[in-house]
């Protein structure tokens, strides 16, 4: 499993609206600069979001995007599977995967769906306001 950048970067947008949720709307244009995000890669991305109704979008003046539900209700899970073809650790627990001919035999698959377990389990277990309540770790240095 390996995430993409599409997949990272859809997460440092939602924790961006998140972090701004009393702004209202924000430009996808604030996004990029905070972000150092190239603003066309994130239209695509933003795309992605806003048809799974994880965020909302207005037009116009004052308009952008804002988070759909509050930052406790959106899993990582969540947020990957809408950018991800496929989260699972091997080829074969992908969901659109052929019956493999092997798997009543395999000594290996049930290391393979412990681990997409465990890999799932935890990515449920942490939610967007979490990764906001962690901050900037390059931000609290002390003088």
């Not at 993409?4 to 859809?10: D, E, F, I, L």
């Not at 009393?22 to 190239?38: K, N, P």
């Not at 990764?131 to 931000?139: F, I, K, R, T, Y």
Request: proline share 3%; hydrophobic share 35%; with cysteine.
């Amino acid at each position: 499993m390996l995430i993409s950048t599409k997949g990272r970067y859809a997460l440092r947008v939602m924790i961006d609206l998140a972090e701004h949720r009393s702004d209202g709307f924000v430009s996808l244009r604030e996004i990029a600069q905070r972000q150092e995000i190239s603003e066309k890669y994130l239209e695509i991305i933003i795309k992605a979001l806003v048809k799974a109704k994880a965020v909302e979008s207005l037009r116009g003046k004052g308009g952008g995007y804002r988070l759909n539900k509050a930052p406790d209700e959106y899993t990582v899970d969540s947020i990957l599977c809408l950018t991800e073809e496929s989260l699972a650790p091997v080829s074969c627990l992908e969901s659109d995967a052929p019956h493999c001919p092997r798997a009543s035999s395999c000594r290996t698959l049930s290391l393979w769906k412990g681990l997409d377990k465990t890999i799932h389990d935890y990515l449920q277990s942490v939610t967007l306001a979490d990764l906001v309540e962690q901050g900037n770790p390059g931000d609290n240095y002390i003088i």
